[in-house]
């Protein structure tokens, strides 16, 4: 099984830290813009990760304070990307058991299968319970990008 | 045997599922091929399945079915999915 691949780089742009959000879609739009602001997607995507929400509710809370935000691979993906947002105050997303969110991470896959790689490899971040925590509370995106092992 | 996970896109929480559950059947010692769909494919790939993980969301979205319905909650505990797979599987 070859599921590794590297994370692609996390540029400044990409990161919101003690972001403000009134909710749930307002939280995944500040990242999707993070996401466009890096270069990675086109506005349009913020919209699309708000719609896959929708359609079949909160699951992308994966793990207690985590919404792992995205859309599939599509002409709003310019290239593999990810944001991170962590939230001054933390949001609900309508999860039973894994709200509130303090972290969004929103991921964009240029294709289906390099989707599924990025995704492997978040697992194997988080699979670190105290990963989610460590984000919530960085202070700079230096200290992100140490947490999930990314380049600038 | 085949087991599936399911999610809305069939590459996001499903890649989670699947990354997770290979781990945690490797120390089980069961030997499956786990597969990521979403509930578009569900049809065509449900007929040898065994095991379908998903969350609580996409119960409805299976309805009748003679595999095994997991139902994870933490996407990241390993230790859950492995309990869970041990008892349906052991």
């Known amino acids: 099984m070859d599921d590794t691949a590297t994370l692609p780089p996390l540029p400044d742009e990409a990161v919101v830290l003690r972001a403000r959000a009134r909710d749930w879609r307002e939280a995944v739009e ?8 890096s ?4 506005a349009g995507y913020a919209v ?23 859309a599939r691979p599509g002409p709003a993906v310019r290239r593999d990307g990810l944001a991170i947002v962590t939230l001054a105050d933390p949001v609900p997303f309508g999860h039973p058991h894994n709200d509130p969110v303090r972290v969004v991470l929103a991921l964009a896959g240029a294709s289906s299968a390099r989707h599924l790689q990025l995704v492997a490899e978040i697992a194997n971040i988080f699979n670190d319970s105290d990963a989610v925590e460590r984000i919530a509370d960085a202070a700079t ?3 992100v990008r140490g947490i999930l092992g990314v380049a600038p | 045997m085949k087991i599936l996970t ?40 449900l007929d040898d399945a065994q095991v379908i993980l998903t969350g609580p969301e996409f119960v409805e979205t299976i309805g009748r079915t003679f595999a095994d319905v997991i139902v ?19």
């Open chain 1, 30 to 37: 500040i990242a999707g813009r993070a996401l466009t602001a």
């Open chain 1, 39 to 42: 270069g990675a997607t086109d």
């Open chain 1, 48 to 70: 699309d990760m708000i719609r896959m929400i929708e359609a079949h509710g909160p699951y992308v809370v994966v793990a207690p304070g985590l919404a792992l935000a995205h």
């Open chain 1, 141 to 143: 995106v230096d200290e």
């Open chain 2, 6 to 45: 399911l999610c809305g896109a069939g590459i996001g929480t499903s890649g989670i599922l699947k990354v997770n559950a290979e781990r945690a059947l490797q120390r089980l010692g069961i030997d499956a091929r786990v597969v990521a769909i979403d509930a578009s494919m569900l049809e065509s790939e």
């Open chain 2, 72 to 90: 994870v909650e933490n996407y990241f505990d390993t230790a859950e999915l492995q309990r869970k797979l041990e008892n349906a599987l052991g």
